[in-house]
């Protein structure tokens, strides 16, 4: 894996992928204390000293054990506005598997940042990490989410029924994936 993640920033056409920085902390917990962004994420919105400490962990990225998350914060170029967040979170190192995960806040939503944010993380994961499999694990009514992968062109490879609970609710979920070599023949 890469030694210093603390320096790894990526551009696109239209937004920079960067480590989140103290400054940030109110555009992140803006999203963060949101109900309608957690709605998909099986949770409630942190109390504030998790949200500090959320936040924290985040400013400190790291990929050297299962479960360790890699997060960059998503600024729009046009007004350095931190407008949500991408991470990888890595599975199994032997395996060489990452989840990737991302939250926006909602005010940006609709104009394809996130599909943009979420592109250039999945290459940083083949490039920079050398990942075999990226995938994404999905609640099945998060129709947005879905978009996005699937525009991707990531592969549906399961959709699990009742496989997590919230609030006495069963929800079901949809794993997409991609290998490095599709990934790479896709943007050849």
Known sequence: MVPDVSMLTCSTARLVLRPFRLEDFDAYSFYHQREDVYRFLYSTPPAVEALRANFEAAMQPGLARAGDALHLAVERMEDAAVIGEVLL????????????????N???GGSGYATEAVEAMIGIGFRVFGFHRI???????NHGSVGIVERLGLRREAHFIENDRFDGVWGDEFVYATLAREWQASRA
């Open 106 to 108: 909602p005010r940006y």
């Open 135 to 141: 995938f994404a694990r999905i609640d099945t009514l």
């Open 89 to 104: 979170k890595l599975a199994d190192g032997a395996a060489m598997q990452a989840e990737i995960g991302y939250i926006f």
